[in-house]
């Protein structure tokens, strides 16, 4: 990890954590995998752990958690660790279950922060994987912005090796996470000016 985070920063990519949290079913998390049932110095020591484990990141986002992310108060300790170390972080909530609270709690807690608007290759095939990419520049389109995640499977960097050159021609621009969280927010705060206007 350490050593393709110095490689994303000399390329000048951004660097985020994807913390390994307890799903449902229970699947095998391995080292620094964040569980319910940690008592609350035990999880922010092993936040605090992979937070230091990973040069140059400045962002966080959930693998796996359907379980976790269900949970305020573990979501709420992630976050007050994240808002500790500066403005700078932000949280992206890989929405695992429906019934996350992990963006709410970002919100809540004054942490930067957006959710995946779209998974690339939960069926990892080309056709699948376009399927979804195209869905995830319709959301974009929509509403302005769009966060897509994926896996490094060999179909997902070969969807995207063709489509992301062709962006530009539909319109569409690629931004980094930190750029897509600020789009976000103006748009949400010039939502909330204009419902205040008479």
């Known amino acids: 990890a350490a050593r393709l985070a110095q490689e994303a920063y000399n390329h000048k990519k951004e660097v985020i954590i994807h913390l390994p949290m307890q799903s449902e079913p229970r699947r095998t998390l391995g080292p620094g995998g964040l569980t319910l049932d940690m008592e609350e110095a035990q999880f922010v020591r092993a936040v605090q752990q992979g937070l230091d484990s990973v040069p140059y990141a400045i962002g966080v986002s959930n693998h796996m958690g359907s379980l976790l992310t269900r949970h305020p108060g573990h979501m709420r300790w992630l976050m007050q660790e994240l808002k500790r170390r500066g403005s700078g972080w932000f949280f992206i909530d890989s929405r695992t279950t429906a019934a996350t609270v992990a963006r709410q709690v970002a919100v809540e807690s004054g942490v930067l922060s957006a959710q ?13 994987i376009r399927t ?7 959301v974009a389109r929509e509403r302005g912005t769009a966060l897509g995640i994926g896996h490094p ?43 205040l206007s008479p």
């Open 116 to 128: 995946r608007d779209v998974f690339l290759d939960t069926t990892p095939t080309r056709a699948a």
């Open 132 to 138: 979804q990419f195209d869905r995830l520049l319709t």
């Open 153 to 195: 499977y060999p179909e997902t960097l070969n969807v995207l090796e063709e489509a992301l050159p062709r962006l530009e021609t539909q319109g569409v621009r690629l931004v980094p996470v930190f750029r897509t969280i600020e789009l976000q927010q103006q748009r949400r705060e010039r939502t909330w000016q204009t419902s």
